[in-house]
């Protein structure tokens, strides 16, 4: 079984504030690349 | 009194192109023009006597030693005050001139002391040489007239003396306290004879301004001013070049040497981040690497609440290893991880990285930068590629406008402080972005044109709408933005920041900076020839820290401001070794030189040169080891030279991590606030014990040296090796200098580094390999290392962290000069004498409104905590704002910040705490647990049993 990195609390939490840096991007398929790619980069491709 | 071999020029270098020809002596040169004659003699190998003048100072002409007999000039020129001039024909020495100089001696020794033998000077005393070169044989004044042999020292200061009774009113203190540090705490008072070099106002120098920085004590040239050591130890035999292992200035010291032990520490004028010049705490305060709380023996215990038993060091990996090993086969691969820090070398930081990766098997290591600027590794490697600064300090000497952002140099990086406020004095502009008024905002004529008194956590508020005055007032610099940056995301940005919600005027409700303020230190930025950003952890640690960062790249590009000397982005990193922490790969997702784990080539090319798989995930940053540990997923930590317990936030919860682990494992000089909840102590090496190089904020790679043996046996390199070869994976390397060019052949980066090269150049700025052979000063002169410059948009998102009726005021926290960081290493030194406790800093209207005096004790709650410290009652800070520092375990600083952090890199934001603040008569209950859990781990660190440890 994989080992939890971050439990949901946390993990809401930092996605919460990761979305708001990218919601004030233009163009929103952008934003979303983004935010998948700044948590996969951080977190691992296990939150991708 | 001289450093040992070094020749003093008696005036500064010119930096003229012009060249300028003369004769001396009957001797031909060529110099720059502006050198002075007794620069040029010297530099053509004739020592012209001088008193007064010397190379790190402008000439002053008053000793007149120096003085020169000039082709068709009348009189006896000084020599240090005359510029060269082409066809002039100097004389040094004429029957004349020996008479002039003999006279001039006469009247020194009439009124000095003759205890030549028992001085500690003695035989490095300049105004004894010249005493001898000059050929004195009587002093017909007699010495029974009027002197000043009486006058008491002044032994206050607790490294140097004063002692007037030798002192000639050479004025060069003056002159350093002045030009070199910036400070004028010194004066010569009275006239004529009754001229007397006091400290303030014929204060101690305890009492006065003066900051220690040793400045004086260095240009003294006779015993006058001497530091204790030399009284004590006599002058030292030797010299080491070295660098100094507090802040991120990197100053380069030699460090003069009896045998194995350091006498002083002298700032070295080949320095290139330092050009001779040092602070109290470099200069002086070195002598915790042989305080008595020093551990010197490997020790391991079953359970925290255990005495410590000594072990051979080979016991103690042995079972270190083993415990990590079961840990891993029990709960996983993952279970366990590192730390490193900037107490490392950059050989031993990479050793560190190499171990979890190659031989725990995963990415779980990270380093002190969490905490502090690993916004700026972020925010910049986004906008424009790279994750550090991109000058030079010196830099700065071609400012026009400097805007300090979120620092305060003069307590954090002091002598660059020292070199800022040179050109602040030459007439550069100042603006201050900061909630408090800090020793920048105002100092001896320096004044800022404007102090941006912003609330804390409102900081990209502020770059906002700086940025909106940039665009909406035709202020962009076009050109450069469309030669240099990317024009998509240009023009959303520039769309974005021109929206009517980040003007000045709709941010001042938010940030309590006057929108007409705010515009005008806009243009003052934006209109200057150069303009030049410094930040520190004031932008960094907050939850829009990398937002900010990438706010001040977005100015900076859009004003033009990077590219050549004197403009910039500059980060002030704040510790020894952290720019070169972060390089050598401590990151949980990044390997060496910045490449992320998942690129497969760089993945490769460590796999086959480390002859292992490596992972491809992003391994635990620190503060998600805490949450792994509480969760029950990670129980095994190799922390080396890092003190997690005291200087991460909310201390409750990272203590509680920890005491969820099964194993603990710290390497460092003392027993340290985290290693009291350690299962595995193995004693650390200060920087005079071991040899490799740190890198400071200005990407400059510099030697450190070993000046004596490791006091524990060996340096942190040989110990991290040990553990590897008792875990497992062999590492065989036999001087670090092996391990910087394994770090060389696979970092594009530090390519041409080698200690060779770095002994050859005195120290390397990376990049460093074949299209920059000799380092690069300044970054991105053609175009931005990720090619063209991304503008990235910065919407302002308020702090989770409210003020509310029951927590009104906001904490933000910094540094004192004479601490560093958790004060593991400036506590144990004399440096104590100036701030011996941490204070909490409130307005006068806050303390009154809450009945609170200067020197109270006071309650200071958070959301996650309690603490209590003594008030000063002061107007650095604004109403509502309250400020203290963290550089004692006691203070509980931390205890009260919470969990809150950058949304990029978990930097936590320490900067903005709401608190609510209350006369107490009593310490907190975790001070009062903090004290017995002290107490009980002193105990068992002497290997006794604790009754009722539980």
Known sequence: MKETLMDAENLMKMANQIGAFFESMPNQEEAQAGIANHIKKILGSAYA | ?950
């Open chain 2, 1 to 950: 009194m001289n450093q040992l071999n070094s020749i003093d020029f008696g005036t500064p270098k010119s930096t003229s192109s012009e060249l300028i020809t003369l004769e001396i002596d009957g001797k031909m040169m060529t110099v720059p023009k502006g050198t002075s004659v007794m620069r040029a003699a010297v530099e053509s190998g004739v020592q012209i006597p001088k008193l007064c003048a010397t190379d790190s100072l402008n000439s002053f002409g008053s000793c007149r030693l120096c003085v020169v007999e000039i082709e068709g000039r009348k009189g006896y020129p000084a020599s240090c005050t005359t510029p060269v001039e082409n066809g002039m024909k100097v004389k040094t020495q004429t029957d004349k001139l020996a008479n002039i100089r003999r006279g001039v001696m006469e009247l020194y020794i009439s009124d000095h002391p003759l205890d030549c033998l028992t001085c500690p000077t003695n035989g490095n005393c300049e105004l004894q040489d010249m005493a001898g070169v000059v050929g004195l044989r009587e002093v017909r004044y007699g010495y029974e007239g009027s002197n000043h042999l009486d006058l008491k020292k002044d032994e206050s200061n607790p490294y140097f003396t004063y002692d007037p009774a030798k002192c000639i009113v050479c004025n060069r203190c003056v002159r350093a306290c002045e030009e070199t540090q910036g400070t004028f705490a010194l004066t010569i008072d009275g006239r004529g004879f009754e001229s007397r070099v006091a400290a303030s106002q014929n204060e101690s120098f305890m009492d006065s301004e003066c900051v220690s920085c040793g400045a004086c004590v260095q240009a003294c040239p006779t015993a006058t001013l001497t530091e204790k050591t030399v009284i004590q130890m006599g002058q030292a035999d030797h010299s080491v070049t070295t660098t100094c292992a507090y802040c991120g200035v990197g100053c380069s010291f030699k460090a003069e040497m009896k045998g194995s032990e350091v006498v002083r520490m002298v700032p070295n004028k080949n320095g290139g981040a330092n050009h001779g010049h040092s602070c109290v705490k470099g200069r002086f305060a070195w002598g915790y690497s042989s305080h008595k709380d020093r551990m010197l023996k490997p020790m391991i215990r079953a359970k925290i609440t255990d005495p410590w038993q000594e072990v051979t060091l080979e016991q103690a990996l042995t079972h270190a290893a083993s415990e990590f090993r079961r840990i891993q086969g029990t709960y996983g691969k993952n279970a366990i991880g590192g730390i490193t820090s900037s107490r490392c070398t950059n050989e031993e930081v990479y050793l560190t990285q190499k171990l979890i990766r190659a031989g725990f098997g995963n990415n779980n290591t990270d380093t002190c930068a969490r905490v502090c600027h690993s916004p700026t590794g972020y925010g910049l490697k986004q906008t424009i590629g790279e994750s550090a600064g991109t000058q030079t300090f010196d830099s700065v000497m071609h400012a026009d406008v400097i805007m300090v952002i979120g620092a305060n140099p003069v307590a954090a990086h002091p002598v660059f402080a020292s070199q800022m406020k040179r050109r602040l004095r030459q007439g550069a502009k100042l603006i201050v972005i900061d909630p408090r008024t800090t020793e920048m905002v105002k100092s001896p004529h320096i004044q800022a044109q404007y102090h941006l008194k912003l609330l804390p956590g409102t900081n990209v508020a502020v770059i906002s709408a700086l940025a909106h005055v940039v665009v909406t007032e035709g202020l962009l610099k076009e050109d450069y933005i469309a030669e240099r940056c990317d024009l998509k995301s240009y023009n959303e940005w520039k769309a974005f920041i021109a929206l009517p919600e980040n003007s000045p005027e709709a941010m001042e409700k938010v940030t309590g900076v006057p929108a007409d303020d705010l515009r005008a230190a806009a243009r003052l930025y934006a209109k200057a020839g150069n303009g030049a950003i410094y930040y520190g952890l004031g932008v960094t640690e907050h939850a829009q820290g990398s937002t900010m960062v990438m706010g001040i790249a977005n100015l900076a590009m859009a004003t033009g401001n990077v590219g050549r000397e004197g403009v910039g982005i500059n980060p002030l990193r704040g510790q020894n070794n952290v720019q070169g922490s972060c390089d050598m790969g401590s990151f949980p997702h990044e390997l060496p030189g910045y490449r992320h784990v998942s690129d497969t080539t760089a993945r490769t090319l460590f796999e086959d040169a480390w002859g292992v798989k490596l992972d491809p995930e992003p391994g635990l940053r620190i503060p998600n080891m805490f949450d792994a540990a509480l969760e029950g997923s990670f129980k095994g930590l190799y922390c080396v030279g890092e003190d997690i317990v005291q200087s991460d936030p909310d201390t409750q919860h990272v203590a509680s991590a920890l005491e969820a682990m099964e194993c603990i494992v710290v390497q460092d000089l003392f027993l340290n606030e985290t290693a009291k909840y350690a299962h595995v102590f193995l004693p650390g090496s200060s920087f005079l014990e071991k040899d490799g190089t740190f890198t400071n904020a200005e990407r400059r790679i510099s030697r450190v040296r070993k000046v004596m043996p490791a006091k524990s046996g060996m340096s942190d390199w040989e110990t991290t090796q040990a553990f590897s070869n008792a875990l497992g994976y062999p590492m065989h390397y036999s001087h670090p200098s092996e391990i910087m060019d394994e770090i060389a052949r696979l970092t594009p980066t530090f390519q041409g580094v080698s200690f060779e090269r770095i002994d050859a150049l005195e120290s390397i700025q990376w990049p460093c390999n074949e299209s920059a052979p000799e380092g690069t000063p300044t970054m991105h002169i053609e175009q931005f290392v990720r090619g063209k410059g991304k503008f990235i948009i910065t919407k302002y998102v308020p702090s989770l962290e409210k003020v509310t009726q029951k927590f009104p005021l906001i904490l933000t926290t910094g540094r004192i000069l004479s601490q560093y960081n958790v004060g593991a290493q400036t506590r144990r030194t004399e440096n104590v004498r100036w701030h011996s406790e941490d204070l909490l800093e409130i307005h006068p209207h806050d303390a009154a409104e809450r009945n609170i005096k200067e020197a109270d004790w006071v309650g200071i709650e958070s959301r996650s905590g309690t603490t209590v410290l003594r008030a000063k009652v002061t107007e650095n800070v604004q109403p509502g704002v309250v400020y203290t520092t963290f550089h004692f375990p006691e203070s509980g600083a931390n205890v009260i910040t919470t969990d809150n952090s950058d949304w990029a890199t978990h930097c936590p934001e320490y900067k903005v705490t709401a608190v609510q603040v209350m006369p107490v008569t009593q310490p907190s209950q975790w001070q009062k647990d903090f004290k017995k859990f002290d107490e009980m781990q002193l105990k068992l660190s002497q290997g006794l049993p604790v009754a009722s440890a539980n």
